[in-house]
Each structure stands twice: as structure tokens, then as C-alpha cells.
């Protein structure tokens, strides 16, 4: 059975910074590709984040490029988002998922999905 369980969410003040983690099992972890995605109330889901099965690509969003990081622990299945500079448009459930492909920052690619993670970021 595939989980993907993500953890690290919370309130922050605007300019302050988060790490969201993500470990996944009951699945080959190298194989797949993993992403972030958020979706605020009353807005459409937007992929945040992708990173390739073997870590050396990465996408960014325009809206957070340079002021997030993803990257992972394939020994470890984990996945990491770390989020700088935070602003209140950043305020989201943040979601985390993985896709069986080497890599992909399409959402409908993705097969497994966590459930999610709160981020509050107050101005």
C-alpha cells in the first residue's frame, strides 16, 4: 500500500521560512518523480515544485522561483520543500505527490497524493 505523508506545514509571518518534508513507502521511491502542489480556498490547484526521479532536475513555479528549494533523499524516500521569503500569497494546503515517471510537472501524471499539509503566512 502507497503512502504519502507530508509534514512540516504551519503559521509564519511574511518573510519567514518553512520545510515541508514528504516520505513516501510502499513504493520504489527512485522510480518516480515527486511534486509539490497548493491549492488556497476559492483558487484553482497550482503546481508548486517537481523534481525528477534522480534529483537533477528540478521546476519552479514562477510565482515562488528563487525563493524555493526542492530536493530529495532517495535513501531516505524523502522529499523536501523549503520555502523562503514566505508571502501571504503563499498561504495554502501544500501537497505533496508522486508520479511513475522519471520526470513530469504535470498534475494529472501524478498518481499518488498526500493529504496535505496546512501553511498560513501572515502579513
Known amino acids: 500500500q502507497v503512502q504519502v505523508v507530508e509534514s512540516g506545514g504551519g503559521l509564519v509571518q511574511a518573510g519567514g521560512s518553512l520545510r515541508l518534508s514528504c516520505t513516501a513507502s510502499g513504493l520504489t521511491f527512485e522510480l518516480y518523480a515527486m511534486g509539490w502542489f497548493r491549492q488556497a480556498p476559492g483558487k484553482e490547484s497550482e503546481g508548486v515544485s517537481c523534481?525528477?526521479?534522480?534529483?537533477?532536475?528540478?521546476y519552479y513555479a514562477d510565482s515562488v522561483k528563487g525563493r524555493f528549494t526542492v530536493s530529495r533523499d532517495n535513501a531516505k524516500n524523502r522529499v523536501y520543500l523549503q520555502m523562503n521569503s514566505l508571502k501571504p500569497d503563499d498561504t495554502a494546503m501544500y501537497y505533496c505527490a508522486a508520479a511513475p515517471l522519471r520526470y513530469s510537472w504535470v498534475p494529472a501524471d501524478f498518481t499518488y497524493w498526500g493529504q496535505g499539509t496546512q501553511v498560513t503566512v501572515s502579513s
Open positions: 523534481i525528477s526521479s534522480n534529483g537533477l532536475s528540478t
